[in-house]
């Protein structure tokens, strides 16, 4: 029983395109987030949410925009798909606000490749 | 600033011990983690310490945190063919919102 849990694994898509990222916990936490991991494997927060409310907003382009229907689900939308891009999306999730130990639970990533 | 530091590779023999080394920027992060990612897979919490403690022992894994230097090391003894993967370090950031910074992970090799 998969405890954060990512669609689609892999997304292939030309340049301009729009694509989602759709990602759900089944562990009750109220914070989740997602990471973007580039060729270099470097991991770098995007967005968090708490139960819902956005608390991190890092310098993302507004072509990205994270939508969470409820504390168990926070999508990823991407508008204008460029080539710089391309990486893998990871979502997570941990007890509110990181909770006493700040432990995250990762999903397994979905890579996007943008041609 | 915030920024995590680690060096990119490292290559051990079976049965050896493996020391994966890591510097941060931030004095008021509570708490530091080493997560391990095997292929295709998400990050996976290995251990974590606490800020006002030096060292951390779990099984095979023993982590050292200098404070003064901003230093933090993870120790695997007995190093196995399945510890071979990407090792982050992580620390966390002040302002109470669940924030990591990670840095840029160590590829790990084991050679059998």
């Known amino acids: 029983d998969t405890a954060v849990s990512q669609t689609p694994k892999y997304l292939v898509t030309q340049m301009g395109n729009d694509k989602s990222i759709k990602c759900e916990q089944n562990?009750?936490?109220?914070?989740m987030y997602w990471y973007k991991q580039d060729s270099k494997k470097f991991l770098k927060i995007m967005f968090s949410?708490?139960?819902?409310?956005?608390?991190i907003n890092e310098t993302v382009p507004n072509r990205f925009s994270p939508k969470s229907p409820d504390k168990a689900h926070l999508n990823l939308h991407i508008n204008s798909l460029e080539l710089g891009d391309s990486a893998v999306y990871f979502c997570?999730?941990?007890?509110?606000?990181?909770?006493?130990?700040?432990?995250?639970?990762f999903g397994e990533g979905s890579r996007l490749t943008v041609l | 600033g915030e920024d995590v530091e680690q060096s990119l590779f490292l290559s051990v023999r079976e049965g050896d011990s493996s020391v994966i080394n890591c510097t941060y920027t931030?004095?008021?992060?509570?708490?530091l983690y080493w997560y391990k990612q095997e292929p295709g897979a998400g990050l996976q919490l290995l251990t974590y310490i606490f800020s006002n403690m030096d060292m951390k022992q779990d099984q095979r894994l023993t982590v050292l945190l200098n404070k003064k230097d901003k230093h933090l090391s993870l120790r695997i003894a007995d190093t196995q063919t399945g510890d071979s993967a990407i090792y982050f370090c992580?620390?966390?950031?002040?302002?109470?919102?669940?924030?990591?910074?990670f840095g840029q992970g160590t590829t790990l090799q084991v050679k059998p």
């Open positions: 931030d004095s008021s992060s509570t708490y």
């Open positions: 562990l009750g936490h109220d914070t």
């Open positions: 997570a999730s941990s007890q509110p606000r990181g909770g006493p130990s700040g432990e995250l639970f």
């Open positions: 992580a620390e966390s950031v002040s302002g109470n919102t669940g924030k990591l910074i």
């Open positions: 949410y708490n139960n819902k409310e956005l608390i």
